[in-house]
Structures are given as C-alpha cells and as structure tokens.
C-alpha cells in the first residue's frame, strides 16, 4: 500500500494539491484501496515519518506566486534523507465564507493562514470593518466558523472548504491575484542521491564558507556551465547567527559538460551540500 501524507484537513489546498499528484502522477483515484492518505496537523511531524518510513510520499508546499518561497517548510527539508522527485502547481482560489444567511458588511473578523490573508490584502482596504485574524489553516478557519456560529465571523478557504461545512460565499473571489498559484513538491525517503543524473530541474541547498565572494564563485561556475539560475533563496543556518545557506534552483537542460564534474566542484566550494528536488517540469 502507498502511504501519502499532507499538512491539513480535508478542504485544504494541500488535500487539493495531493489528489492532483495521485491522479496524474499515480493515475489512481483518491479512494483506491492501494492508497492510504494520512493528514497531518504539522510539517515536521510529516517529515518525520518520512525519513522513519511510516509514510512512502509527503506533499509539501514551497514557493507562493504572490508572497514567494515558503521558508516554514523549506527549513524543515534541510539536512534531512528526503528528495523531491516531483512538482505540482495548485491554483489558489480564495473565497470569503461566512454562515449561510450572513451579511458581508455585518462581518468583523476574518480568520485564515497568515499567507492567505496577506493574499486577500484588497478584500480588507474594500471592507475596513473586517479585521484579519491569523489562524492554524484556511480550511481550519472554515471549520471553526461553523462551531463559532457567529455571523460576524468569516472565514477565507479554498472553495472545497466552505462546500464541506455547508458555508455561505460572501465574496466569491476574495484573492488579490488572479492566476495565484502554490508550488507543492512531493518527497521521497532517499540514503544516496545521485546528482548527475540528467533532469529539467534540479534544486540544492547549499552552505558556503564564510568568506567573501564564496556565493559569487558558486554562481559563476553554474554560469560557465550555462546552467540557467531560477532561484535562489538565502535562510539562516540554525546555531549559527548571520551566517546563511542558499537554495538554489536550476535548469542543467542545456548545460555544457556534465553533472558529475559540476557536483565535484560545487562539493569544492561549499560546506554542505544537499540536492533537494530533481525532476521534470510539470508545468
């Protein structure tokens, strides 16, 4: 039996995000029985049965199209046995949900994911009585409405979530951003990662000497390479005060010379190496 885990309740973008990998990744529906889907109510706890091999695949977000990457989960990869082998873009559809029977302009307080809510900042300027409150998770803020039973309480979910707990739409596009995406990556347990196999994609997590220019000669060898540079993101290094590691994403498709020396020399350079993803663009 396959064992995939997701951060979430039914009704998240998460639960969305891993239907979407089983069916076009697995080719299976949600409810084979050769599948069992495990839902967490933390990251780390997920990736923790990961690496135990309690769980085959965990879905993860990564990276926002309006507030970009998503350190929280990013963080938690690090120094960890595990390897995305696959990607998958989730379209974000907020909806402002309240009791059926509420009033939009009666509503005083929203609740969502913090990252919803800073995704939805014109639906406040338009209704200045409504104060965003941060909570656990867009589809555990509709839940909790429901047990509130308040109709100056509203909500902002996916519109799977408002469905589920029989919720009103009292704004049926919420989002700043149309076309507002999240990336999710699915993980696997991995001992020994070979870097030079050939992929569209690949991303590393990489610490550097603390010296000047150690990022520079990093990035001029992906340069001499011709490997196209997609990302990078810098996050502080735990125990270590302002000192950071990077995550770099590239594209090695139309690369001069080969993965195998590329890695001896990123290896040369750096204190820590860690290939994160490699897979195809799903996209």
Known sequence: MMRIGYQGIPGAYSEAATIAFVREQLHVEIDDERLEIISYDDFKPMVDDLVAEKVDRIVMPIENSTTGLIARTMDIIRYRPVLAK?????????????????????VTEVYSHPEAL??????????????????IDTAVSAEFIVQEDDPTK????????????????????????????????????YDNID???????????????HEPGALAKLLQ??????????????????????????????????????????????KALSTHIQVVAQFKQNR
């Not at 800073?118 to 909570?135: E, G, H, S, T």
């Not at 992929?199 to 000497?209: G, N, Q, S, V």
């Open 118 to 135: 800073i995704q939805c900042k014109l639906l406040f300027d338009r209704y200045p009585n409504m104060a965003p409150v941060a909570y």
């Open 86 to 106: 696959y990607e998958h873009y989730q379209p974000v559809n907020h909806v402002l949900w309240g009791l059926p029977g509420a009033d939009i302009h009666q």
């Open 195 to 209: 870097m030079t196999n050939t992929h569209d994609k690949i991303m590393l997590y990489i610490e550097t000497p």
């Open 221 to 266: 060898v992906l340069d001499v390479y011709r490997i196209n540079l997609e990302g990078l993101n810098a996050r502080p290094i735990p125990m270590k005060p302002f000192r950071y590691g990077f995550f770099i994403e590239a594209d090695p498709s139309n690369m001069i010379g080969d993965l195998e020396s590329l890695e001896k020399i990123l």
């Open 154 to 189: 509203a909500a902002i979910a996916s519109p799977r979530a408002g469905e589920l707990h029989g919720l009103q739409a009292l704004e049926p596009a919420a989002y700043d951003e149309s076309g507002n995406m999240t990336r999710f990556l699915v993980f696997e347990r």
